[in-house]
């Protein structure tokens, strides 16, 4: 039975999805690495030569002590970063920790991956994150503090403190990312990640987030060292980490980032969101004291977190399957882990052996402060690929662990993860030193949304890129092209969606229109300059001028495309059409959009005035507010003659309703005067005038060298000879009327008297007058009598152009059928000109489509500066969000280098009278506490040595034989110390779980090593017993 999650059945107030990922660990350098190196088996920890430390400035002492082992987790290019891309001075870079700077560039790719761009999301972005100390500070920064003064200035401390100050973290990458949701800085140890993602669900679920981002970082610098091991502690003695073996013996603690974003799940469905998986619940809390130390693991207190965590999911423990565990590989804490896990759930089931667990410590070693997110980051993966990687470095189960009898089996290979219909769901652990534990619940996507299929209104669209530099577009370019070639099974509309409303525009642009996944990666390829078109655009706000074409544009079929795909074209073209039927007794459609057997009839009857003048009103208008909805503000317009009552009604001169009668009864008007002609005529006016008789006016000046005289046909015809004999080639335009002329004045009263019965109100947006070539002022907009002579008046249409080419950059946007005022404007264009010109609608004459013809234009709006508006396009559309890759940063070194402790001393000496110092001298002791029991002073030499080692780890005068350990203030963490001391003294093994469980007095621990010592001095011969001894006795 198939029982995968249904979205329209079940009920996802409670859950959070997570909705996009980013991390760098040891070996890998994104999330898709990552994955891939927990499928291999790869155990990406670093195991250095002699020479490495060497050259990294470990002393020759330290490599030869047996107790030193090299090895790391090794985060590579920690000292590199896009100072440029942040906005952050070379210098501020410098004195920025590392772990900083490559955090703002993780959740920078995790909100990519996610497909948001901050600086546009309306909502609220919360980021919730921890961060490791910074061992930048106090080896690299600190010890170049003598060297180097002005870093002493009050100025540059405060700098320095930002920088590397854990409480900085997340503000100051809300700052340079405008997340301005709750800005939270997470310290629990080991559990911050995870705790961060428990804070990121809860701030979602309680509404003070609409997106929550979770992580942490934890880098140790320098990163080429090695560490001490002691026996007993929590580090490994051969730099491999073995969580539940019988060999473990401690962790490997590595650098390493991660983040993911979460979104309430409902919305996240919504919104169409890439699902990677989800939350079901989450909890956390803390050990409290019933425990043997601070520093040690409670079964009690983890135990009642995964509990709590299950119950807030609302899900069987028999329905999870796999657990990613806290998984460390010490002997204290596995033990401990997999008890807790056994009661958590042996609440609800007594099956055995169901349950897979593994540790990504055993691949990455312990990441401090992003272990808990590399392990969630790990468990998503394997959900969404459906597979476990294998915990690696499992033999055999550690003898404290009773796995037969519990719900879990370390999984050892990479295997399918099969559950027969049930949803796939995880557990993912993390606790901190001190005790705050975090578990979290998570559950597959939802079925559905991975097999949904985007719709997409047309068939071609527009692939928008950006970068900060030229290189940068590039490798934007060519890391598209090589995910597209990896993933054929990809959406193109999804991918372009994705790239126009996800991510943030640079200056340096790119943009093609295509149909396909093919066809983008033909064009990417070849970067064909016919179709992939490249800008620089600094951000500014350049004006936007709409010119709205005259008469004789008009033709059959005009934006049908539009029509057909574009609901907000279509609409306005259905609600004008409607508003003309009663006025022109048809239905406008008919004729702009005629059937295949109507088009030759509909074509003759849209030359025709009464007709034509309305139908280009509806065209442009409905272009215009398209235009306006996906973002295109008009700063100016100019309309030639009708197409000014375009301009107006845009601007709230007309009401719609009034500018479609006006438009109506002036086409019906002109077209019942006697017919006329007009001429184009290669002239500027001062020279065509002293041709015009009484008969003839200049109709239109449409740039500095050129008119159009209108009039009786005789004497057009009789002009066009009389000046083709002066060798001036005029051309007859295809018009019913002489427009423009004294031919219009018998109408010209009535018209007048039309316009007074509507309502005119001041323009919001300003336009130019066909009248006076400048700016219409208020009192003529507003009076009837303008637009009566604007009929007749010569349409100076030069002038106006003139006039807007004032502005500087200015975009020219034909809004209309045709290119005829582009044309125009571009004769007005001075060579080195800045300003743009573009058409909205192809001409009758080219074979394009309607659609591609306009999402080029989009595009060249977009390279141009024009922020489009991403939501308002795709407002009708059903696109999905999905991962594509993230912003190609180019990093420089930046990085101080730290003193040598020699050149530090030398430096230091001045200031401060330095002195060697013994390190038990720089310790104060304190007075033994009062305790139940009296002191008993060490009874003999044995005795005596071990109390003088309480003493120093305590930092106690005096230690009684009897004092119990733990009532002298020491905890799990002190006696891995103390088990290191008395290692060291005395060559015998002594296990920590026996000096915590069985040796907890002076006296005891004499009596175990004395029994130790026996046992060892009896396998002797006589001359090693004496040698032994003498050892001991130094």
Same mark, same amino acid.
């Given at each position: 039975?198939?029982?995968?999650?249904?979205?329209?059945?079940?009920?996802?107030?409670?859950?959070?999805?997570?909705?996009?990922?980013?991390?760098?660990?040891?070996?890998?350098?994104?999330?898709?690495?990552?994955?891939?190196?927990?499928?291999?088996?790869?155990?990406?920890?670093?195991?250095?030569?002699?020479?490495?430390?060497?050259?990294?400035?470990?002393?020759?002492?330290?490599?030869?002590?047996?107790?030193?082992?090299?090895?790391?987790?090794?985060?590579?290019?920690?000292?590199?970063?896009?100072?440029?891309?942040?906005?952050?001075?070379?210098?501020?870079?410098?004195?920025?920790?590392?772990?900083?700077?490559?955090?703002?560039?993780?959740?920078?790719?995790?909100?990519?991956?996610?497909?948001?761009?901050?600086?546009?999301?309306?909502?609220?972005?919360?980021?919730?994150?921890?961060?490791?100390?910074?061992?930048?500070?106090?080896?690299?920064?600190?010890?170049?503090?003598?060297?180097?003064?002005?870093?002493?200035?009050?100025?540059?401390?405060?700098?320095?403190?930002?920088?590397?100050?854990?409480? +900085?973290?997340?503000?100051?990458?809300?700052?340079?990312?405008?997340?301005?949701?709750?800005?939270?800085?997470?310290?629990?140890?080991?559990?911050?990640?995870?705790?961060?993602?428990?804070?990121?669900?809860?701030?979602?679920?309680?509404?003070?987030?609409?997106?929550?981002?979770?992580?942490?970082?934890?880098?140790?610098?320098?990163?080429?060292?090695?560490?001490?091991?002691?026996?007993?502690?929590?580090?490994?003695?051969?730099? +491999?980490? $073995?969580?539940?073996?019988?060999?473990?013996?401690?962790?490997?603690?590595?650098?390493?980032?991660?983040?993911?974003?979460?979104?309430?799940?409902?919305?996240?469905?919504?919104?169409?969101?890439?699902?990677?998986?989800?939350?079901?619940?989450?909890?956390?809390?803390?050990?409290?004291?019933?425990?043997?130390?601070?520093?040690?693991?409670?079964?009690?207190?983890?135990?009642?977190?995964?509990?709590?965590?299950?119950?807030?999911?609302?899900?069987?423990?028999?329905?999870?399957?796999?657990?990613?565990?806290?998984?460390?590989?010490?002997?204290?804490?596995?033990?401990?882990?997999?008890?807790?896990?056994?009661?958590?759930?042996?609440?609800?089931?007594?099956?055995?052996?169901?349950?897979?667990?593994?540790?990504?410590?055993?691949?990455?070693?312990?990441?401090?402060?992003?272990?808990?997110?590399?392990?969630?980051?790990?468990?998503?993966?394997?959900?969404?690929?459906?597979?476990?990687?294998?915990?690696?470095?499992?033999? $055999?189960?550690?003898?404290?662990?009773?796995?037969?009898?519990?719900?879990?089996?370390?999984?050892?290979?990479?295997?399918?993860?099969?559950?027969?219909?049930?949803? $796939?769901?995880?557990?993912?652990?993390?606790?901190?030193?001190?005790?705050?534990?975090?578990?979290?619940?998570?559950?597959?996507?939802?079925?559905?949304?991975?097999?949904?299929?985007?719709?997409?209104?047309?068939?071609?669209?527009?692939?928008?890129?950006?970068?900060?530099?030229?290189?940068?577009?590039?490798?934007?370019?060519?890391?598209?092209?090589? +995910?597209?070639?990896?993933?054929?099974?990809?959406?193109?509309?999804?991918?372009?969606?994705?790239?126009?409303?996800?991510?943030?525009?640079?200056?340096?642009?790119?943009?093609?229109?295509?149909?396909?996944?093919?066809?983008?990666?033909?064009?990417?390829?070849?970067?064909?300059?016919?179709?992939?078109?490249?800008?620089?655009?600094?951000?500014?706000?350049?004006?936007?001028?709409?010119?709205?074409?005259?008469?004789?544009?008009?033709?059959?079929?005009?934006?049908?495309?539009?029509?057909?795909?574009?609901?907000?074209?279509?609409?306005?073209?259905?609600?004008?059409?409607?508003?003309?039927?009663? +006025?022109?007794?048809?239905?406008?459609?008919?004729?702009?959009?005629?059937?295949?057997?109507?088009?030759?009839?509909?074509?003759?009857?849209?030359?025709?005035?009464?007709?034509?003048?309305?139908?280009?009103?509806?065209?442009?208008?409905?272009?215009?507010?398209?235009?306006?909805?996906?973002?295109?503000?008009?700063?100016?317009?100019?309309?030639?003659?009708?197409?000014?009552?375009?301009?107006?009604?845009?601007?709230?001169?007309?009401?719609?309703?009034?500018?479609?009668?006006?438009?109506?009864?002036?086409?019906?008007?002109?077209?019942?005067?006697?017919?006329?002609?007009?001429?184009?005529?290669?002239?500027?006016?001062?020279?065509?005038?002293?041709?015009?008789?009484?008969?003839?006016?200049?109709?239109?000046?449409?740039?500095?060298?050129?008119?159009?005289?209108?009039?009786?046909?005789?004497?057009?015809?009789?002009?066009?000879?009389?000046?083709?004999?002066?060798?001036?080639?005029?051309?007859?335009?295809?018009?019913?009327?002489?427009?423009?002329?004294?031919?219009?004045?018998?109408?010209?009263?009535?018209?007048?008297?039309?316009?007074?019965?509507?309502?005119?109100?001041?323009?919001?947006?300003?336009?130019?007058?066909?009248?006076?070539?400048?700016?219409?002022?208020?009192?003529?907009?507003?009076?009837?009598?303008?637009?009566?002579?604007?009929?007749?008046?010569?349409?100076?249409?030069?002038?106006?152009?003139?006039?807007?080419?004032?502005?500087?950059?200015?975009?020219?946007?034909?809004?209309?059928?045709?290119?005829?005022?582009?044309?125009?404007?571009?004769?007005?264009? %001075?060579?080195?000109?800045?300003?743009?010109?573009?058409?909205?609608?192809?001409?009758?004459?080219?074979?394009?489509?309607?659609?591609?013809?306009?999402?080029?234009?989009?595009?060249?709006?977009?390279?141009?500066?024009?922020?489009?508006?991403?939501?308002?396009?795709?407002?009708?559309?059903?696109?999905?969000?999905?991962?594509?890759?993230?912003?190609?940063?180019?990093?420089?070194?930046?990085?101080?280098?730290?003193?040598?402790?020699?050149?530090?001393?030398?430096?230091?000496?001045?200031?401060?009278?330095?002195?060697?110092?013994?390190?038990?001298?720089?310790?104060?002791?304190?007075?033994?506490?009062?305790?139940?029991?009296?002191?008993?002073?060490?009874?003999?030499?044995?005795?005596?040595?071990? %109390?003088?080692?309480?003493?120093?780890?305590?930092?106690?005068?005096?230690?009684?034989?009897?004092?119990?350990?733990?009532?002298?203030?020491?905890?799990?963490?002190?006696?891995?110390?103390?088990?290191?001391?008395?290692?060291?003294?005395?060559?015998?093994?002594?296990?920590? $779980?026996?000096?915590?469980?069985?040796?907890?007095?002076?006296?005891?621990?004499?009596?175990?090593?004395?029994?130790?010592?026996?046992?060892?001095?009896?396998?002797?011969?006589?001359?090693?017993?004496?040698?032994?001894?003498?050892?001991?006795?130094?």
């Amino acid at each position: 039975m198939n029982i995968l999650p249904d979205l329209n059945s079940l009920s996802r107030q409670d859950e959070i999805a997570i909705i996009g990922m980013s991390c760098r660990f040891p070996g890998a350098k994104d999330v898709d690495s990552f994955w891939q190196n927990l499928q291999n088996g790869v155990e990406s920890i670093s195991f250095f030569t002699d020479e490495e430390l060497a050259a990294a400035g470990i002393n020759p002492t330290v490599l030869n002590d047996p107790s030193y082992v090299k090895a790391g987790c090794v985060l590579k290019n920690i000292e590199l970063f896009d100072a440029a891309f942040f906005g952050f001075t070379p210098k501020e870079a410098e004195i920025t920790d590392p772990q900083h700077r490559l955090f703002l560039e993780c959740v920078c790719q995790a909100l990519e991956n996610a497909g948001y761009n901050s600086e546009t999301y309306p909502g609220q972005i919360g980021l919730f994150a921890g961060v490791a100390l910074s061992s930048y500070l106090l080896t690299n920064i600190f010890s170049n503090f003598y060297a180097h003064r002005d870093l002493l200035k009050p100025a540059e401390t405060f700098k320095i403190f930002i920088g590397n100050d854990k409480d +900085h973290l997340p503000t100051q990458i809300s700052y340079k990312l405008n997340l301005r949701g709750p800005s939270v800085n997470v310290q629990t140890t080991c559990s911050t990640s995870l705790v961060a993602v428990h804070f990121a669900c809860q701030s979602l679920l309680n509404g003070e987030s609409d997106i929550a981002l979770a992580g942490g970082v934890s880098i140790t610098v320098p990163e080429i060292t090695g560490y001490y091991y002691e026996q007993g502690g929590i580090v490994s003695p051969d730099g +491999h980490c $073995r969580a539940f073996d019988a060999n473990a013996g401690g962790t490997v603690f590595g650098s390493g980032l991660g983040v993911v974003v979460l979104k309430r799940l409902e919305d996240a469905i919504s919104d169409r969101d890439y699902i990677h998986a989800v939350i079901k619940g989450s909890a956390i809390n803390n050990d409290g004291s019933l425990k043997v130390g601070y520093t040690a693991p409670s079964v009690d207190g983890q135990t009642a977190v995964i509990s709590e965590a299950m119950a807030l999911a609302g899900v069987n423990p028999e329905t999870i399957s796999y657990v990613e565990t806290h998984g460390t590989g010490t002997c204290l804490g596995d033990p401990i882990e997999i008890a807790a896990l056994t009661q958590a759930f042996a609440s609800s089931t007594d099956k055995k052996n169901f349950c897979a667990i593994g540790s990504v410590k055993t691949n990455v070693g312990h990441l401090n402060t992003a272990a808990g997110v590399a392990g969630l980051i790990k468990t998503v993966q394997a959900l969404k690929y459906k597979q476990i990687p294998s915990s690696l470095n499992f033999n $055999r189960p550690n003898p404290q662990i009773d796995f037969a009898n519990s719900p879990f089996y370390v999984n050892t290979t990479l295997s399918e993860w099969k559950t027969n219909g049930i949803p $796939r769901r995880a557990g993912v652990s993390s606790f901190g030193i001190g005790g705050t534990n975090a578990h979290v619940i998570l559950e597959e996507a939802p079925i559905q949304l991975k097999i949904q299929n985007s719709k997409f209104k047309s068939k071609y669209l527009v692939l928008c890129v950006s970068a900060k530099t030229e290189n940068a577009l590039e490798q934007v370019t060519a890391n598209l092209v090589n +995910h597209l070639k990896e993933h054929p099974e990809l959406n193109l509309a999804d991918v372009a969606y994705t790239l126009n409303i996800g991510r943030r525009t640079f200056e340096h642009r790119r943009m093609v229109v295509c149909r396909d996944v093919d066809d983008a990666l033909k064009a990417l390829i070849t970067l064909d300059p016919q179709r992939v078109v490249n800008y620089y655009q600094k951000p500014s706000n350049r004006p936007v001028i709409l010119m709205f074409s005259g008469q004789g544009a008009q033709y059959v079929n005009m934006a049908r495309e539009l029509y057909e795909v574009e609901p907000i074209f279509r609409q306005q073209v259905d609600v004008c059409a409607d508003i003309l039927k009663p +006025h022109l007794g048809l239905d406008l459609r008919q004729l702009i959009y005629p059937s295949e057997q109507e088009i030759a009839t509909a074509s003759a009857q849209l030359q025709q005035t009464a007709i034509a003048q309305p139908a280009l009103f509806v065209i442009e208008y409905a272009i215009a507010k398209l235009w306006m909805q996906w973002g295109v503000r008009a700063t100016g317009m100019i309309g030639h003659s009708i197409g000014e009552y375009a301009a107006a009604t845009l601007a709230g001169v007309f009401s719609l309703e009034d500018a479609l009668a006006l438009v109506t009864a002036r086409g019906e008007m002109m077209q019942l005067l006697p017919p006329g002609s007009m001429l184009a005529v290669p002239l500027p006016e001062k020279d065509v005038q002293p041709f015009l008789g009484k008969e003839l006016s200049v109709a239109a000046i449409n740039s500095p060298s050129t008119c159009v005289v209108s009039g009786r046909t005789e004497a057009i015809e009789a002009l066009q000879i009389y000046l083709g004999s002066k060798g001036i080639d005029c051309r007859l335009l295809h018009t019913s009327h002489a427009f423009h002329s004294q031919m219009m004045e018998p109408v010209l009263a009535s018209f007048q008297e039309r316009v007074k019965k509507v309502s005119l109100k001041s323009p919001q947006i300003p336009f130019i007058s066909n009248l006076t070539g400048t700016w219409i002022k208020n009192d003529e907009a507003t009076n009837p009598n303008y637009w009566s002579q604007h009929l007749r008046s010569c349409v100076r249409f030069s002038a106006g152009i003139s006039e807007l080419l004032k502005q500087p950059e200015g975009i020219f946007l034909e809004v209309g059928p045709g290119r005829t005022l582009s044309t125009l404007t571009k004769q007005h264009l %001075a060579p080195d000109t800045n300003q743009l010109v573009l058409t909205s609608l192809r001409h009758p004459q080219e074979q394009q489509s309607d659609i591609t013809f306009l999402l080029n234009t989009l595009g060249y709006l977009w390279l141009s500066g024009i922020e489009i508006d991403w939501s308002e396009f795709y407002n009708y559309e059903e696109c999905y969000r999905v991962p594509l890759p993230t912003y190609p940063f180019e990093r420089q070194r930046y990085w101080i280098e730290a003193k040598s402790p020699t050149l530090l001393t030398d430096e230091i000496n001045p200031i401060f009278d330095s002195k060697e110092t013994e390190i038990k001298d720089l310790y104060s002791q304190y007075s033994r506490p009062k305790l139940v029991n009296s002191y008993v002073a060490p009874t003999n030499e044995l005795e005596q040595q071990i %109390a003088q080692i309480w003493q120093e780890v305590l930092g106690i005068e005096q230690v009684g034989i009897y004092d119990n350990f733990f009532d002298l203030g020491g905890d799990s963490l002190i006696a891995t110390q103390l088990a290191s001391r008395l290692q060291v003294n005395f060559p015998v093994e002594l296990p920590l $779980r026996e000096l915590l469980l069985q040796a907890l007095t002076v006296a005891q621990q004499a009596k175990m090593i004395e029994e130790f010592m026996i046992e060892k001095i009896a396998e002797l011969s006589e001359e090693e017993a004496e040698a032994f001894l003498n050892k001991i006795r130094g």
